[in-house]
Structure formats: C-alpha cells, structure tokens
C-alpha cells in the first residue's frame, strides 16, 4: 500500500511538472507574438500610424526618392501608399529603386490652429526680410488656408501627418 501511495504522488508530481514546463513554453511562444514588430501595409500607413505613435512598426515598400538635401529623408512606395522616413544619418542613394522592409518608430506632426499661426508668422517675416516672393509668399498663405479650410469641413481640431524615424532595413532583394 506504501508503494502504490508512493507512485501516485511521485506520477503527480511528474504530471504537474510536465505541465508547467508546457504552460512556460506557451507563455514564452506568447512573449514572442507581442514582441514582434506589427506590419503596417503602406495602403494602410495613414489610417492605422495613429494607432502606432512613438512604437515601432515594420512597413515594405520600393525606395522612390532619397532627399538631396541631406540625404536623411526617403520616400517609401507602393501602388497602394507611401511613407516619408526620416533618419540621423544619410541614406544610401543606391537605395533608389530598391524594394525595402523598414523599421522603424511612428511619429506625429499635428498641424492645428497654433501651428498655423506660426507658420503664418513664418510667411510674414520671410516675405519682409526679402528671403520670399510676392507669388511664394501667396502659395504658403493660401495652403495654410487650404489646412483651416480642411479642418473646419471635417469638424476636426488638427490635421496629423505622420512618419517613420528610422531604426533599421533589410534589402527584399537579399532576405
């Protein structure tokens, strides 16, 4: 009778092992599906990047321009959307053309009426001090008009423009 008592608390401690062991590899499998980086498609990239601020995302898409001022600035594509990414340090214009998985963290410019006033402060002391045109200084007030116009029809307070500060690539071409 000792012996069977033995074996079924020896065969319960086994079974309750065996069946943390399970629930641990489970847990860490789950860990790992929250850790991945979401992938947002670039038909999407305006409607969900809110959704993203200040996280890390993973966007695909071809390489259309790389900024000639600086070279700190791409634009991603497809058929269907597009990213702006913003880097500390230059792109590689052999980047051009290439199709790209980035990485990178979701940020936000929120253009509401403050920053329209500043911008319209901008526009003024520029046109003043020479550094704009008659017809520049025009196009700036009328776009700034066309954000207020815009916000008003859609009953919003601030329009968001959003971007990508980059962390890292692959090449397609070479995964």
Do not use: W
């Not at 991603?76 to 990485?103: N, Y």
């Not at 911008?119 to 954000?147: P, R, T, V, W």
């Amino acid at each position: 009778m000792k012996n069977l008592l033995f074996l079924i608390i020896i065969s319960a401690l086994a079974f309750s092992c065996k069946s943390d062991k399970k629930s641990e590899v489970q847990n860490k499998e789950e860990a790992i599906e929250i850790l991945d980086t979401p992938k947002v498609s670039l038909s999407e990239f305006d409607t969900k990047a809110g959704d993203y601020v200040g996280k890390e995302i993973e966007v695909t898409g071809i390489v259309d321009h790389v900024c000639k001022h600086g070279g700190k600035k791409i634009l991603l594509v497809t058929d269907e959307g597009d990213a702006h990414i913003v880097a500390d340090e230059r792109f590689d214009e052999a980047l051009m053309g290439e199709e790209i998985k980035v990485i990178g963290i979701v940020l936000e410019e929120r253009i509401d009426e403050a920053y329209l006033l500043k911008m319209d402060e901008d526009n003024i002391k520029s046109h003043s001090e020479g550094a704009s045109n008659e017809e520049q200084f025009n196009n700036k007030k009328k776009h700034l008009q066309e954000y207020r116009n815009k916000m008003k029809k859609e009953g919003i307070d601030h329009i968001s423009n959003y971007s990508l500060q980059y962390v890292s690539h692959t090449n397609i071409a070479t995964e």
